[in-house]
């Protein structure tokens, strides 16, 4: 019984995982395959680029539900609550593997927040605080993301738990794995920005600058 409730748990966890936000956003409301946009992810950050940033919110939101729905599965069945973590990751793989789009998907952040929210509230809100603050610095979501996971990674030492430590060295590795074209972007001076921020406002006044020459 026990095993059966745990196995509903993350094929649930990874079904609300898999619901394509970003992609039914751009159908629904701007009659748009967000693939055939921007980067081509599937992901908040391209949401942004392509949609703006209320439709990014939008999706942003949502995504991070999904994670914290996913988490919450094994309470839901009754299991113990430290399942949340191990549960959650597979919420993290129905987004960056989604059924409902051949396996494709986005980039894991928001729904790995997701399950943060679901397992310790507090930590959560540091992280999001910390990665709002870097991304409204520099206007790259990517770095923001970089940055904060592994932060998080490494505080997580702090609290003595290794269910904890394990899942976001799981999610760290995952992450940096569905970035390495930022990375390389990064690296080369070329990343792109989102249309919020110091960096993008630094930006914008530049070609302003340039246009009135």
């Given amino acids: 019984m026990l095993i059966a409730k745990l196995l509903i748990s993350i094929i649930l966890a990874y079904l609300v995982g898999s619901f394509p936000t970003a992609y039914i956003v751009g159908k629904a409301f701007f009659h748009k395959n967000i693939f055939e946009y921007g980067s081509g992810n599937v992901g908040t950050t391209n949401a942004y680029r392509v949609f703006g940033p209320l439709a990014g919110t939008v999706v942003l939101i949502v995504d ?6 996913g988490a919450f599965m094994p309470v839901f069945f009754g ?3 430290r399942l949340m973590l191990f549960v959650g990751v597979f919420a993290v793989l129905g987004h960056v593997y989604s059924i409902f789009l051949e396996f494709k998907g986005g980039k894991a952040v928001a729904t790995s927040a997701g399950i943060l929210l679901a397992y310790n509230p507090l930590l959560f809100g540091i992280c999001f605080i910390c990665l709002a603050l870097i991304t409204y610095v520099t206007s790259m979501v990517s770095v923001g993301s970089l940055v904060t996971i592994l932060i998080f ?4 030492l702090l609290f003595h738990d290794w269910i904890l430590t394990t899942v976001a060295a799981i999610v760290t590795v995952i992450i940096y794995a569905r970035h390495i074209p930022n990375i390389k972007r ?3 001076g070329k990343e792109n920005l989102v249309p919020i ?3 993008y406002k630094r930006q914008q006044k530049k070609e302003n600058h340039k246009s009135d020459k």
């Fill in 197 to 199: 921020g110091l960096a």
């Fill in 153 to 156: 990674t490494l505080a997580s």
């Fill in 64 to 69: 991070i539900l999904k994670g914290t729905l």
């Fill in 186 to 188: 990064l690296l080369k």
């Fill in 79 to 81: 299991l113990d609550h």
